[in-house]
């Protein structure tokens, strides 16, 4: 499977952006989906999961009540919607799957994309 991250941009304090995940390849409805990010100098953070079926997701503490994760499988698409962002959510953000709930490793990455948060 490969994936391709877009939608990323520059929005102001308090606004919103959607981005997505393209997957392409086989089973993506089967796999686990997630979005890590990665801000200049810092390692690489955990924002969000969400099960094949979607009736599983988990989010990252510093996300929680702002951000949500969905995805449409007709589509290979996974999507984060993201609301009342702030300066430190700048950052690249990536997808990535794993084969299970339970994996423990996602194991396919794809292309960040970049979303800076204006103060």
């Known amino acids: 499977v490969q994936l391709q991250a877009c939608g990323g941009g520059l929005v102001q304090t308090g606004g919103f952006l959607r981005i997505s995940c393209a997957a392409s390849g086989r089973s993506f409805s089967s796999y686990t989906m997630g979005w890590f990010r990665q801000a200049p100098g810092k390692e690489r953070e955990f924002v969000a999961a969400?099960?094949?079926?979607?009736?599983?997701?988990d989010y990252g503490d510093s996300v929680k009540g702002r951000f949500t994760v969905s995805r449409e499988n007709a589509k290979n698409t996974v999507y984060l919607q993201m609301n009342s962002l702030k300066p430190e959510d700048t950052a690249v953000y990536y997808c990535?799957?794993?084969?299970?709930?339970?994996?423990?490793?996602?194991?396919?990455w794809g292309q960040g994309t970049l979303v800076t948060v204006s103060s």
């Open positions: 969400i099960s094949w079926s979607g009736a599983w997701t």
């Open positions: 990535a799957t794993k084969p299970r709930w339970g994996a423990e490793e996602y194991d396919k």
